[in-house]
């Protein structure tokens, strides 16, 4: 099935009671049984629920992999993935990623005994370097956030078949459109869904997509006993915006690739981070596994004060100043004071994410107004 055609029937049936075509709300908490254990397979909504088994079946399906599952947020999502780990188990992740996955790393999970070690996995033989025989996941993230750096996925996941850990891949920045880990040889994929599977800024929503059955069990297992479900509402949320997942995210390629290409050419801007420019570092590698390179991008200015960069920041008017991506209104973000506040200064400086540093969500307003806006930013 081509993609428009799974995006827009991933996952709905017609509903059994009514027909209704679209996943009605099952706003519940239990579910009546006949005799004890006699069940149309729902007990009590932490462990099922139909809203939440639709949504689920349609992340399996857009990400090409047997299961799925939805977590209340993309952090909660990750924190599953940590809790399949023990005490002195190793980790090895990006060291140029979202910062909540590095606070839940190093200021949660550290003091449980996982131990973090981090790398740049831009280039995978950092990752073959770091691993022990203790190693037990390899968590990258591609593109970051928010240098918009690449790492290969296909090299990676041979390195982790060897190494015997699950490689799982941060694929919120992509969204299944562009890119599908599973398919390149990885063992999990996760999503903030509240990023472009939500679509619309209204939702907060994570996700795990597998394609081992003994993976997805221990993984329903966590879900469950932790409980970190999303309700019904938020999982027909995410189910609808999936629908138009297709037309949004190609809009929002178009016109990612026009904003870069007016950052780049203008006097005022020092350097672009878009990895669809062919002198990206790792754009044949983003050509390799990706299907476009989307609207997110960050930038500097030859002006490289903090002072700056907040004049622009406060300056849009169509784009809003404001933390999150992937929604279908722009958004400009100030990576050092917003999102990426919790990575101390030094290590965010070593990995090149400055104080000056100024990150867009390129939504899917007209493009026009997009580059005006920006152009009386800039100034
Ligand atoms: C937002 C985000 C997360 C965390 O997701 P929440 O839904 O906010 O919990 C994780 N990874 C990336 C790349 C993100 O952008």
């Given amino acids: 099935m081509k993609l428009a055609t799974k995006y827009i029937h991933a996952g709905t049936e017609p509903d059994p009671s009514t027909g209704a075509i679209m996943t009605p709300i099952y ?16 007990e009590y909504a932490r462990s099922q629920n139909p809203t939440r088994k639709a949504l689920e079946d349609a992340y399996a399906q857009i990400e090409n992999g047997k299961f799925g599952l939805a977590f209340g947020s993309g952090v909660a999502a990750t924190d599953a993935v940590i809790k399949l780990l023990s005490p ?3 980790v090895i992740a990006a060291n140029d990623m979202y910062g909540g996955t ?17 790398v740049d996995t831009t280039d995978v033989n950092n990752i073959s370097k770091a691993i022990s025989s203790k190693t037990k996941l390899i968590w990258i993230e591609t593109p970051t956030n928010p240098l918009m750096n690449i790492t ?41 869904a509240t990023k472009y599977l939500g679509g619309h800024s209204d939702v907060i929503q994570g996700c795990l997509m597998m394609n081992d059955a003994d993976l997805r069990e221990q993984l329903y297992f966590i879900q469950k006993s932790c409980g970190a479900v999303p309700g019904p509402m938020d999982c027909f949320l995410v189910l609808r915006g999936i629908k138009t997942l297709h037309i949004r995210m190609q809009r929002h390629c178009e016109n990612g690739e026009k904003v870069a290409q007016f950052l780049r050419n203008h006097p005022k801007v020092e350097r672009v981070y878009w990895c669809g420019f062919e002198d990206h570092h790792n754009h044949a590698i983003a050509k390799k596994q990706m299907r476009g390179f989307g609207g997110m991008m960050s930038f500097t200015m030859k002006d490289d004060s903090v002072e700056n960069a907040r004049r622009v920041l406060s300056s849009t008017k169509v784009f809003a100043l404001a933390e999150s991506l992937g929604g279908v209104e722009s958004l400009i973000n100030h990576p050092a004071s917003m999102t990426h506040a919790s990575i101390p200064r030094e290590e965010r400086i070593k990995n090149g994410l400055t104080d000056s540093l100024i990150r867009l969500s390129v939504g899917i307003e007209d493009v026009d107004d997009l580059i005006d806006d920006l152009n009386q930013a800039i100034g």
């Fill in 27 to 42: 706003q519940t908490s239990t579910y009546v049984q006949e005799a004890p254990g006699v069940n149309k397979g729902y």
């Fill in 88 to 90: 002195g188990d190793e």
């Fill in 102 to 118: 590095y606070r839940l790393f190093t200021k949660i999970f550290s003091k449980y005994g996982i131990r973090f070690t981090y």
């Fill in 152 to 192: 290969d996925i296909a090299a990676v996941a041979v390195i982790a078949k060897q190494a015997k850990a699950w490689l799982c891949v941060d694929n919120t920045f992509a969204s299944p459109y562009l890119q599908n880990p599973l398919d390149l040889g990885a063992d999990l994929v996760m999503h903030s």
